[in-house]
T-cell receptor, first 114, second 107 residues
Framework: DTAVSQTPKYLVTQMGNDKSIKCEQNLGHDTMYWYKQDSKKFLKIMFSYNNKELIINETVPNRFSPKSPDKAHLNLHINSLELGDSAVYFC?????????????FGSGTRLTVV | KNEVEQSPQNLTAQEGEFITINCSYSVGISALHWLQQHPGGGIVSLFMLSSGKKKHGRLIATINIQEKHSSLHITASHPRDSAVYICAGGTGNQFYFGTGTSLTVIP
């Protein structure tokens, strides 16, 4: 199936730990994104990345870092997890920056920090 | 004030009703997206608009660039349309998301 896949779907971890969320797309898209959806269901963009440029939302703490081993993957690493990091994180991809021809989203990763 | 505002925040409709969700934006955009988030959490991209109107099945999306306004219409609504609908507008790699409209369609 062509899709954006994220793993894990659920992640429960203690404060202070370091964790990663993986994202892979097999759509041949050139741009990938990470979004955070808070408890009020508000989606905020964290990063967008294509093979030329990483754009970081300046409000994102530097404990969050994207890692892209190749065009099909954009993983999210989070260091020193805090309670406020609890949220659902969505990966997405598109062909062209800004979702030029529409986004495809992953199914989300629900992160709970305890 | 958010760059993208949606109304209403919550909407309950009877099955078969015609539904309209509105989105206004205050920033310059090259495209506006309508997204659907199912109760289970998955997000689906419904439309991308830069002008005019698009139709897909019972869903219609319109955009008025001059008025900086877009609407999502659902004709003959069905309980399976129950979801959160989100509009997002922007340019380049910077997109702003509305807070979403939670739609419940009652049989």
């Amino acid at each position: 199936d062509t899709a954006v896949s994220q793993t894990p779907k659920y992640l429960v971890t203690q404060m202070g730990n370091d964790k990663s969320i993986k994202c892979e797309q097999n759509l041949g898209h050139d741009t990938m994104y990470w979004y955070k959806q808070d408890s009020k269901k508000f989606l905020k963009i964290m990063f967008s990345y294509n093979n030329k440029e990483l754009i970081i939302n300046e409000t994102v703490p530097n404990r969050f870092s994207p890692k892209s081993p190749d065009k099909a993957h954009l993983n999210l690493h989070i260091n020193s997890l805090e309670l406020g990091d609890s949220a659902v994180y969505f990966c997405a991809s598109s062909h062209g920056g800004g979702g030029g021809y529409g986004y495809t989203f992953g199914s989300g990763t629900r992160l709970t920090v305890v | 004030k958010n760059e993208v505002e949606q109304s209403p925040q919550n909407l309950t409709a009877q099955e078969g009703e015609f539904i309209t969700i509105n989105c206004s934006y205050s920033v310059g955009i090259s495209a506006l997206h309508w997204l659907q988030q199912h109760p289970g959490g998955g997000i689906v991209s419904l439309f991308m608009l830069s002008s005019g109107k698009k139709k897909h099945g019972r869903l219609i999306a319109t955009i008025n660039i001059q008025e900086k306004h877009s609407s999502l219409h659902i004709t003959a609504s069905h309980p399976r349309d129950s979801a959160v609908y989100i509009c997002a507008g922007g340019t380049g790699n910077q997109f702003y998301f509305g807070t979403g409209t939670s739609l419940t369609v009652i049989p």
